[in-house]
């Protein structure tokens, strides 16, 4: 906590504030008349925010320095807030009840709360952000509860300590039964989502497949894959738990190049796009004694190599894959998702495109968040002994380079049909190294 002094008074070093009921302070730049200095910090809100109910942002007022002094309080607050895709806007917060000014004696200090109601366009991760003042932004989850779902659950913390709104001195609290300690009490599910999901599911633009680029040699024949990713969600929901159909609609978009470096040229040997348009909802809220989360995604996919005549490939499928999560998320942990799909329409360009590739991609990966990862993809057709095995082992590259971001990534491909163009060819065996940003 920095401390601020009026122009009438040279500026005094900073002192932190013993507060049990803080999870973080943000320094405020804030002036306050007089000629005495008072602390003044933003305390950190509630991780989830009820959007029915006024947001709350709570001041802290304290004096160290002097014996005594009287300070103004500012009758606004205004901060910017902002939702994925949402440009900001400006809120103003009102002073909630408490006097125009405050007296305190050394060693005691004051909370004074404000209060607006946030936009109605506002929902998902929402970052606040005061204006004006020297303060740290802040991410909340903004939740407008469906009627028809249990209310939100109290997950305790530190700002949910007693702490009294009127000078309380600051001696230092005796351990005792009452002393609360962060998450201590809160579910699992509450206090630590699974580390995936902050990356996959928070912003309404997300990653979807993997996406990376590898180089690799087989049989003189120097060649690199890539893979771009993404998903859209169209419609951004009220209360993120809602299961329903619109509320979690998504539009994906996957394209797959394989790149002959070693041809005149060098040019692209395939590329295969891939438009989707389906129902996602990451957790089903099924758990046993053997899953810990089941997720489900279906929907229809199109995917084509845009190429014309001989080498004209395309195929239309409707897919349902779910995915079953074993062990703990955030540590090492097994995921089983099976891929099962129908072929829709004509497949004159590849009519026989079952017996290479089947009904089915079986997707294997064990491994841990910040750690390793082996993860495979196995299709086996429905005639003869067709089928494939694209495994990879990955690591997170700022545990070797802090400040980076993806993984390392070695892979090995064997059997049928890396491209959509070689379906029915069976393809060398390739291994690859390279660089993934999503595994």
């Known amino acids: 906590m920095r401390r601020f ?4 008074k040279p500026h005094a070093p900073g002192a932190r504030f013993p507060l049990a009921g803080a999870l973080r302070a943000a320094s405020l730049c804030l002036l306050l008349p007089g000629a005495a200095q008072a602390g003044i910090s933003v305390l950190q809100p509630a991780k989830r925010i009820d959007a029915s109910k006024p947001l709350e942002l709570t001041l802290l007022v304290s004096e160290d320095e002097q014996d005594e002094g009287t300070y103004r309080l500012p009758p606004t607050l205004t901060v910017a807030a902002s939702a994925d895709m949402i440009p900001p806007v400006q809120i103003a917060l009102q002073r909630d009840g408490a006097a125009d000014s405050v007296s305190l004696k050394r060693g005691e200090f004051r909370k004074v709360h404000y209060r607006a109601m946030l936009p109605e366009r506002l929902r998902g991760m929402v970052r606040i952000e005061p204006i004006g003042i020297d303060a740290s932004p802040v991410l909340v989850a903004v939740v407008r509860p469906d009627a028809g779902l249990p209310p939100l659950a109290a997950s305790p913390d530190l700002l949910n300590a007693p702490l009294a709104d009127s000078a309380s001195k600051t001696a230092p609290i005796a351990p005792s039964a009452s002393v609360v300690t962060p998450g201590a009490n809160a579910p699992a599910a509450a206090s630590a989502p699974a580390a995936e999901d902050i990356l996959a599911n928070s912003t309404r633009l997300s990653f979807h497949e993997p996406m990376y680029f590898q180089v690799g040699d087989s049989g003189n024949n120097t060649n690199a894959k890539f893979q771009l990713s993404f998903k859209f969600r169209l ?61 489900i995604a279906t929907g229809l996919e199109h995917e084509s190599n845009g190429k014309d005549g001989a080498d004209s490939r395309s195929v239309n499928t409707y897919f349902v894959q779910p995915t079953l999560n074993v062990g703990n998320l955030n540590d090492y942990h097994l995921t089983v998702s099976p891929k099962l799909y129908a072929y829709l329409g004509p497949t004159r360009d590849n009519r026989d495109i079952g017996s290479y590739r089947g009904h089915m991609d079986l997707k294997l990966a064990y491994g841990k968040p910040d750690g390793w990862e082996l993860a495979t993809t196995l299709r086996r057709g429905s005639g003869g002994s067709h089928g494939s095995a694209d495994t990879q082992v990955s690591y997170p590259l700022s545990r070797l380079l802090p400040g980076t971001a993806g993984y390392l990534v070695a892979s090995y491909f064997y059997g049928y049909g890396e491209s959509l163009l070689t379906y029915n060819q069976k393809e060398h065996p390739q291994l690859r190294i390279g660089y993934a940003l999503w595994r």
């Open 5 to 8: 002094s009026t122009p009438r």
């Open 235 to 295: 419609f951004m929901p009220d209360d993120p738990r809602s299961r329903s159909l619109l509320n979690n609609l998504y539009f994906g978009y996957t394209q797959f190049s394989l790149w002959d470096l070693s041809a005149p040229s060098a040019p692209f040997r395939d590329t295969s796009y891939r438009p989707s348009l389906f129902y996602y909802l990451p957790d089903l809220g099924l758990r046993n004694g053997v899953f810990s989360r089941i997720g």
